[in-house]
Every structure is written in structure tokens, then in C-alpha cells.
């Protein structure tokens, strides 16, 4: 086996070390060669082939990294993925060569976690509304909300519902959660009622989407599940637009039966620019943008270098997926 300081290791993720230059260095330090990728852009299949051959490592960005582009690895042992989804890289390939694929689970939970929460206590003020208002030389006095004695319902109790969790905590609000596997010690120790999904549709002032795209969580929220939500509560969706049927949001929305909608995703994205619910004034919408911070770029940075750096080393690495 090659000693670490013999290895050369290749680094497609393009915001690797952006926000902290020292992980680049660490990796400089310890291997023998480390080769950008320097088009600003996920590699395509021939790219990744082109790239790889005298390639020990490989910290991988949304890399086309199928089935032709592994036959050119022929000293890789290790695909670290800078990011949570491995949906770019034919596991079972991998797996075929003998190359480690590993992930960064949870490390841009926090970032999405502390979205989802803005959202929350912005729309809980009205504040995207406020801020219309004033640009059209209003001065509204509106009835705002505090969290206090509010029941925020979590649909989903993972990584990014016990973090979103953990913050709420603070704010004195009931919590209570429809998650059919959930953690119930975690449950427990954050006084997190659990409970089916109608009774959570039926008595949360907020609900926040924090579950994947699955065959029972498509088009989830629909029509009847928006009718059902109490008056004048507030949706807000961090994770998949494939979630909600945005047309019975919009109807939802312009009907005043809900108080407003926060969404990062769109079932379209970029959502089209006639799209309503852009120009609502209740609705906060964001590009996505959920994982783009400094703390998730880092976190990925170290774990996936950490990873890569442990299977060059010859240890067992943490987040192996393959
Ligand atoms: P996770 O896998 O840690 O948690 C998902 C939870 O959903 C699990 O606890 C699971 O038991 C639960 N679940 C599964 N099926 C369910 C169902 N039918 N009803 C209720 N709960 C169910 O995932 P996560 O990391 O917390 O991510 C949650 C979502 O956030 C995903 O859709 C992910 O794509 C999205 N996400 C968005 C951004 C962004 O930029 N906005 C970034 C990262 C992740």
C-alpha cells in the first residue's frame, strides 16, 4: 500500500476550502500532489475518465462519475462526495473496483435548520409584508405573532427537523411531530409530541417539511392537506418541491386561509418568473439556498478531507456508503 505521502489526490468540488483556505493546505501538506478542477463546473463523464488515471483520491463534487468514467481509475481507492447525494456515481461500479465511496451526512442540517427558522419568525411578523408596505409609503401597524405558546408541527424528525428542534426549543412554542420513524429518546427530551399526520395537519400554527422526496411524501401537500391546516397558520417547505402541489398553495394562500408560505424549493426551479407565488407579499421564496453557507461548506470540506485522508491511510472510513 502507498504511503500517504506518495498519493495523489484530485479535487473536483469547486467550493472546496472557500471559506477556509487551511483545508486546502492540510491536504497540500500531507500527499504527494493535489489536482484541481479548475472549469468551475461538475465534471462530465469524459472529463472525470480524463482525470483520474494515477488518481489515489478523489474529493468529488457533482461529478458524472458513471460506470465508463471509473474504467479509467486504475490507483483509486477512495471517492469522497462533498456533498450528502451519491445519485452521480455508480455505487455499485465503485464497489465493483474496490473504491470506498463516502458522504458528508448532516453537514448542512444546521444551515437548512436555521433557514427553515428565519422563515418562520419572519412570516410569524409579517415581515415581507412590512417591507411593501414601507417601500409604498405605508406605515401598517400588523398583528404579529410571537412563537411563545404556538405548536410548530415537524414533518419529519431527521437530521434537519431535530436541528430546526433544538433552536425552537428556545422559544417557549409547542412542538410536535409526524415522523414514522422517528427518534422517540430524542422526542422525549425535547418534549416533542408525536403524533399522526392528521391531528399534526390539524393543530399546528406552523408546519415545516422536513421529510425526502418518497412515493408517500410526493405531492404530499395537496389540496385536501392544505384545507385541513388551521386557519391563518403558515407552511414553510426547506426541502423538496416535489412536496407540494404549489397550485393549491397558491389557492390557499389567495384565499386568506393561510397566513403565508416559506419555500427554498419549487417544483420547477428556477421557478417560472410569472410564477404567484414570487410577487406574494406573504410568501417569502428563496433560490434554493437552504446548504449555501459557510458553516455547511466547511463541514463538507473537513468531513469529506477527513474521509478521504482515512481510507488513503488505510483506517475505516465514518460514512462509507457502498
Ligand atoms: P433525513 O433523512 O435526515 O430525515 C428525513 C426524515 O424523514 C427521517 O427521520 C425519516 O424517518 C422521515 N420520514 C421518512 N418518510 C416520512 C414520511 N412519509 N413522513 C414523515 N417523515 C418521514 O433528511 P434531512 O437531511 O433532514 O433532509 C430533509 C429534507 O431536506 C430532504 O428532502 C432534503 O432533500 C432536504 N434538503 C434541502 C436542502 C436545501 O438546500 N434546502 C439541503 C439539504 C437537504
Known sequence: MKQLNECRVLVTANSYGKFNPSLKIELENQVKEVIYNKTGKPLSS??????????????????????????????????????????????????????????????????????????????????????????????????????????IGIIGLGAIGKHLVKRLSAFNCHLMAYDPYADHIFAQKYDITLVDLPSLIANSDVISLHVPVLDETRGMVNEKFISEMKNGSILINTSRGE????????????????????????????????????????????????????????????????????????????????
Open 243 to 322: 412536496l407540494v402541489d404549489e397550485k393549491a398553495l397558491i389557492e390557499g394562500l389567495q384565499s386568506g386561509h393561510l397566513r403565508g408560505a416559506g419555500l427554498d424549493a419549487f417544483n420547477k426551479e428556477p421557478p417560472d418568473t410569472d410564477n404567484p407565488l414570487l410577487s406574494m407579499s406573504q410568501v417569502i421564496c428563496t433560490p434554493h439556498l437552504g446548504a449555501q453557507t459557510d458553516g455547511a461548506t466547511n463541514n463538507m470540506g473537513r468531513m469529506a478531507l477527513d474521509e478521504c485522508l482515512r481510507v488513503l491511510q488505510g483506517e475505516k472510513p465514518l460514512y462509507q456508503v457502498n
Open 46 to 151: 469524459q472529463q472525470v475518465a480524463d482525470f483520474l488515471p494515477g488518481i489515489d483520491g478523489y474529493i468529488a463534487g457533482l461529478d458524472d462519475i458513471d460506470k465508463k468514467a471509473l474504467l479509467a481509475a486504475d490507483t483509486l481507492k477512495v471517492i469522497a462526495r462533498y456533498g450528502v447525494g451519491i445519485d452521480k456515481v455508480d455505487l455499485q461500479a465503485a464497489s465493483e473496483k474496490g473504491i470506498i465511496v463516502t458522504n458528508t451526512p448532516g453537514a448542512n442540517s444546521a444551515s437548512v435548520a436555521e433557514l427553515a427558522l428565519s422563515m418562520i419568525l419572519t412570516l410569524a411578523r409579517k415581515v415581507p409584508y412590512a417591507v411593501k408596505a414601507l417601500q409604498n409609503g405605508e406605515w401598517p401597524r400588523l398583528p404579529g405573532w410571537t412563537l411563545e405558546d404556538k405548536t
